[in-house]
């Protein structure tokens, strides 16, 4: 009784919050977060999501150790060519403290946070290639809860605009986040390049359900521009899960579960 009390409750929540689909302002960037939210829910305690959930998630494991062994046997060789150490100890004779070394600290610090961002996003942008005809079921199902008509997506005609699409934000991303490293002035384009991340992860989240319902490729990233403050709130969730292992694991489903639901709330209104 208590559970479907529970349950209850969390079906008038995500009704009153999800029901009038992406919105606008700081509510719509609130609304993108909790999507995810309820996203994950509804994977975890679903068990015809459950089941779609497991192969992706198992691939999505596998890419996630070679990700981590990458950047812990590469990433300081890589950063220690482009960033070279100055010379001279901590604490000098001559001065109480070697700025050029704190500096030096810090840039490696950021410059690592960057490469692990490159890495996360080239990481989702497989694991959605993997993943995606998995992804598209679940879509499915919550687009014909509401009644929503979809259509097949082939394989070809699905995978190819897609990878366009991701392209789309890595590759700006990907260019943002190096221009971040460059000393005194990087800080805006980290900002930059981790806002245009994030819509990645929001575009990857609408995306099943816009192409099942026959959007086209530029219809498709439109989308996520035209509602940017849930597209943000979306994608900020995504990039932060992604760096708790665990949580990481199940991101993307659960980010396309939610994003899926407030697409079909809202055609249901119109």
Same mark, same amino acid.
């Given at each position: %009784?208590?559970?479907?009390a529970?349950?209850?409750?969390?079906?008038?929540?995500?009704?009153?919050?999800?029901? &009038?689909?992406?919105?606008?302002?700081?509510?719509?960037? *609130?609304?993108?977060?909790?999507?995810?939210?309820?996203?994950?829910?509804?994977?975890? !305690?679903? =068990?015809? *999501?459950? &089941?779609?959930?497991?192969?992706? %998630?198992?691939?999505?494991?596998?890419?996630?150790?070679?990700?981590?062994?990458?950047?812990? +046997?590469?990433?300081? @060789?890589?950063?220690?060519?482009?960033?070279?150490?100055?010379?001279?100890?901590?604490?000098?004779?001559?001065?109480?403290?070697?700025? &050029?070394?704190?500096?030096?600290?810090?840039?490696?610090?950021?410059? %690592?946070?960057?490469?692990?961002?490159? %890495?996360?996003?080239? !990481?989702?942008?497989? #694991?959605?290639a993997? =993943?995606?005809?998995?992804?598209?079921?679940?879509?499915?199902?919550?687009?014909?809860? !509401?009644?929503?008509?979809? +259509?097949?997506?082939?394989?070809?005609?699905g995978?190819?605009?897609?990878?366009?699409?991701?392209?789309? *934000?890595?590759?700006?991303?990907? *260019?943002? @986040?190096?221009?971040?490293?460059?000393?005194?002035?990087?800080?805006?384009?980290?900002?930059?390049?981790?806002?245009?991340?994030?819509?990645?992860? #929001?575009?990857?989240?609408?995306?099943?359900?816009?192409?099942?319902?026959?959007h086209?490729?530029?219809?498709?990233?439109?989308?996520?521009?035209?509602?940017?403050?849930t597209?943000?709130?979306? =994608?900020?969730?995504?990039?932060?899960?992604?760096?708790?292992?665990?949580? =990481?694991?199940?991101?993307?489903?659960?980010?396309?579960?939610?994003?899926?639901?407030?697409?079909?709330?809202?055609?249901?209104?119109?």
């Amino acid at each position: %009784m208590r559970g479907r009390a529970q349950d209850l409750g969390r079906r008038i929540m995500a009704s009153s919050l999800l029901g &009038k689909g992406p919105r606008s302002g700081p509510t719509g960037f *609130f609304v993108g977060g909790y999507a995810v939210l309820h996203g994950l829910g509804r994977v975890l !305690f679903n =068990g015809q *999501f459950r &089941k779609l959930m497991m192969v992706p %998630m198992a691939i999505t494991l596998v890419l996630y150790l070679v990700l981590g062994l990458a950047t812990l +046997f590469y990433g300081p @060789g890589l950063l220690a060519d482009l960033i070279p150490r100055p010379d001279g100890p901590w604490f000098p004779d001559e001065q109480w403290f070697n700025f &050029k070394l704190l500096f030096w600290f810090f840039g490696i610090i950021l410059a %690592m946070g960057v490469l692990f961002g490159l %890495m996360i996003l080239l !990481f989702a942008t497989v #694991a959605e290639a993997v =993943g995606g005809s998995f992804y598209e079921k679940m879509s499915k199902i919550v687009l014909e809860e !509401f009644g929503v008509k979809t +259509f097949e997506v082939g394989l070809i005609a699905g995978s190819i605009p897609d990878l366009i699409r991701s392209l789309a *934000f890595v590759i700006p991303g990907a *260019f943002l @986040g190096l221009l971040g490293l460059l000393p005194g002035v990087g800080l805006p384009f980290m900002v930059l390049g981790s806002v245009i991340v994030w819509l990645g992860f #929001a575009s990857g989240a609408f995306n099943p359900a816009l192409q099942l319902t026959q959007h086209k490729l530029g219809e498709r990233v439109f989308y996520v521009f035209r509602n940017f403050s849930t597209a943000l709130g979306i =994608g900020s969730l995504v990039g932060l899960s992604m760096l708790v292992p665990v949580l =990481g694991l199940v991101a993307i489903p659960a980010s396309i579960v939610g994003a899926s639901e407030l697409y079909a709330a809202s055609q249901s209104r119109s």
